[in-house]
């Protein structure tokens, strides 16, 4: 079969099947020159001759103003947000089954709907009087909240095109099903399509949709991982069963700084915000005792003072324990390793425990030096002061390198009244200078300040 020649006017881009000296729509002359096929292979297999529409281009500078958002009055959404809810977002929250994931986002579609938009929020998983009863509970019956219970994405997108909400809440997207996929609902397609169809949505009507997500066994958001490509902000909720604490931490976010964290304390009364997270982590620290240190962190932009808790004991097994709770365990095993290469401190016949108090997550190297600290004062059996804070990374060699934001980690613990800080040899300390500060240089040099020769 013979190929079929293409030819485009260069002044109006239209398309024609054969040449001409004139173009028939510009009156241009000669402006029309024949163009290639666009790929080449079998036209079933590639996009073959077919030309599509020219798109506008612009340069990086622009005039457009940032865009809108609207604040919830929930300060700690707000924050995870990146400063509110963005127009024509799409926003993917993940948490373990029961962690407060629908309370949270049925208070802040109640708050949403206070403050001016028109909201709606879908169950799935839930019929509407079962959301009604959590509302209830919650003291929202008042707020202006569309709801239904659906899970067929045409039917969905059929209401919402009609309704033209300003923000549509879908809980979840593991319970959607679109009827043009053969598979079930909760499948890789279907997740994948019914993504794909309500992000778009949100980027064509202007309309900010934020997307209810299961967690695996690992933690991870169920499904494709192509589903957190598509979406704007990814938010987990986190926090312990055993805990009344509740952490919203952000793991992307193209409107904002991710790795901001929300905190919340789960309440009868349903998720009430903590303006000041580091006293409440702090609120229940007793004496001073052997294994106790504090540590002073940085999630995102918020200095955040967390409680530190080692133990360690004489192993009655040939296998001693490493149990780690809100810290990595492959971390703890090199700080376990440079105490014992660097400093000649053996924790071999030793069970050793770390806990993270509070429930909360610490994934920055900074708390090296606390967690060294913790491990040596509760094997020592001696308790350090009260009023100090520890932070700082170790490296192999036994190094220690001054942490980011210094400054802001010294002005949080002056501010809960801490008097002294453990903190590398470097670093921008600012007005932080008002703490007695100990500054040791490598691990060694703090071992021996610290504790004592060894």
Not at 257 to 267: K, L, N, S
Not at 372 to 396: K, M, N, Q
Request: proline share 6%; glycine share 12%; aromatic share 4%.
């Amino acid at each position: 079969m013979a190929k079929t020649k293409s030819f485009t006017c260069t002044a109006c881009a239209s398309t024609f099947t054969k040449w001409s000296g004139r173009c028939e729509n510009c009156g241009e002359w000669n402006t029309i020159a024949e163009q290639g096929p666009l790929s080449s292979g079998p036209p079933s297999k590639t996009l073959g001759g077919k030309r599509g529409q020219t798109i506008q281009l612009t340069d990086l500078a622009t005039s457009e103003a940032p865009p809108p958002r609207t604040h919830s009055g929930l300060g700690e959404l707000d924050r995870v947000l990146g400063g509110g809810l963005v127009a024509a977002s799409a926003t993917l929250v993940g948490g373990d089954p029961g962690i407060g994931k629908s309370t949270l986002l049925l208070q802040g579609a109640a708050q949403f709907a206070r403050a001016g938009l028109k909201t709606l929020y879908i169950s799935g998983e839930e019929a509407s009087a079962q959301v009604r009863m959590r509302a209830r509970r919650l003291g929202l019956t008042d707020a202006p909240v569309k709801l239904a219970a659906e899970t067929n994405l045409r039917d969905i997108l059929t209401t919402l095109e009609a309704e033209r909400p300003q923000l549509a809440i879908v809980d979840s997207i593991q319970t959607m099903w679109a009827d043009n996929v053969e598979s079930a609902p909760g499948s890789v397609a279907q997740v994948r399509a019914c993504a794909h169809e309500l992000t778009a949505f949100a980027k064509r009507h202007g309309t900010s949709v934020i997307l209810v997500g299961h967690v695996t066994k690992d933690g991870q958001i169920a499904g494709p991982r192509v589903v957190e490509h598509m979406v704007d902000t990814v938010l987990y909720f986190e926090g312990e069963r055993g805990h009344q604490f509740r952490i919203l931490r952000s793991v992307k976010n193209r409107f904002g700084p991710a790795d901001e964290i929300g905190v919340f304390e789960m309440t009868g009364r349903g998720l009430e915000e903590v303006t000041n997270p580091s006293a409440l982590f702090l609120s229940e620290r007793g004496e001073p005792s052997p294994g106790s240190i504090v540590f002073a962190g940085i999630e995102g932009t918020r200095p955040v003072l967390v409680e530190l808790q080692a133990l360690v004991a004489p192993t009655p097994h040939s296998q001693p324990r490493r149990t780690v709770v809100g810290w990595d365990g492959g971390r703890l095993a090199m700080i376990l390793a440079v105490l014992e290469a660097r400093c000649g401190i053996p924790f071999a016949g030793l069970d050793v425990y770390l806990n993270v108090a509070g429930g909360l997550k610490i994934t920055e190297p900074a708390a090296d030096l606390a967690v060294a600290a913790a491990l040596l004062s509760a094997r020592e059996d001696t308790a350090l002061p009260a009023d100090t804070v520890v932070f700082g990374e170790i490296s192999l060699s036994g190094a220690l390198r001054p942490a980011p934001q210094t400054e802001n980690r010294l002005k949080e613990a002056q501010k809960l009244g801490f008097s002294g800080a453990i903190a590398p040899a470097g670093g921008k300390i600012g007005s932080g200078g008002g703490l007695t500060l100990t500054r040791p240089s490598d691990l060694t040099q703090f071992v021996g300040d610290v504790f004592g020769a060894g």
